[in-house]
């Protein structure tokens, strides 16, 4: 597609379960992102992926998350044991090499999760 | 973490008037960006300037840079109401790839 793509774009969860989220990036993009955004708050930074490699895992709130990329392409963020303080959008980013060389993030339009 | 911090945290004025934000920031960094998100919505970019620029143009849009002063602002000249959204700014940490965002400031401009 012609931008950042993530699904689902909503999901409703029980407190406990696992959850899924997935981003397909824009193609030939190498550099991809994940934030998390609390309502009516700023972005969180997540974590980020240079091709497969995930150089820096440092903004993970805790060890029921994580997150893979495979082929240089498709990533996902997955949340164990769901919490109700998981709840808010997760958005994903993509740039074509990485913030030092061309700057922009293009961004989807986020997942948001709510945790009952 | 947060890097950048902006102010105001929100912000209201009438169509056609200017609106200023403001951005620190903490560590040395390559570039610093400002994006916008209408409610709801992913984020969009605006504008990069690079730390060696100190100020940058685009349409209504003006941004200054000075790293002396670890701050940013950003203009937008003759509001309209569709300028209404949140504007974040965002830099690179220590010169890595990692993209830190501001807290944001939330703009309304009424018709």
């Known amino acids: 597609g012609a931008g950042v793509s993530q699904s689902p774009s909503n999901k409703v969860t029980e407190k406990g379960k696992d959850v899924e989220l997935r981003c397909d990036p824009i193609?030939?993009?190498?550099?991809l992102y994940w934030y998390r955004q609390s309502l009516g708050q700023g972005l969180e930074f997540l974590i980020y992926?240079?091709?497969?490699?995930?150089?820096?895992k440092s903004g993970l709130p805790s060890d029921r998350f994580s997150a893979e990329r495979t082929g240089g392409s498709v990533s996902t963020l997955t949340i164990q044991r769901t919490q109700q303080e998981d709840s808010a959008v997760y958005l994903c980013?993509?740039?074509?090499?990485?913030?030092?060389?061309?700057?922009?993030?293009?961004f989807g339009e986020g997942s948001r999760l709510t945790v009952l | 973490s947060q890097q950048g911090e902006e102010d105001p945290q929100a912000l209201s004025i009438q169509e056609g008037e200017n609106a200023t934000m403001n951005c620190s920031y903490k560590?040395?960094?390559?570039?610093l960006q400002w994006y916008r998100q209408n409610s709801g919505r992913g984020l969009v970019h605006l504008i990069l300037?690079?730390?060696?620029?100190r100020e940058k143009h685009s349409g209504r849009l003006r941004v200054t840079l000075d790293t002396s002063k670890k701050s940013s602002s950003l203009l937008i000249t003759a509001s309209r109401a569709a300028d209404t959204a949140s504007y974040f700014c965002?830099?690179?940490?220590?010169?890595?790839?990692?993209?830190?965002f501001g807290t944001g400031t939330r703009l309304q401009v009424f018709p």
């Open positions: 560590t040395s960094i390559n570039n």
């Open positions: 980013a993509s740039s074509p090499q990485g913030i030092p060389n061309t700057g922009e993030l293009f």
């Open positions: 193609s030939g993009h190498t550099a």
């Open positions: 965002a830099t690179d940490e220590d010169n890595t790839d990692k993209l830190i």
């Open positions: 992926f240079q091709g497969n490699s995930a150089p820096d």
């Open positions: 300037i690079r730390s060696n620029e």
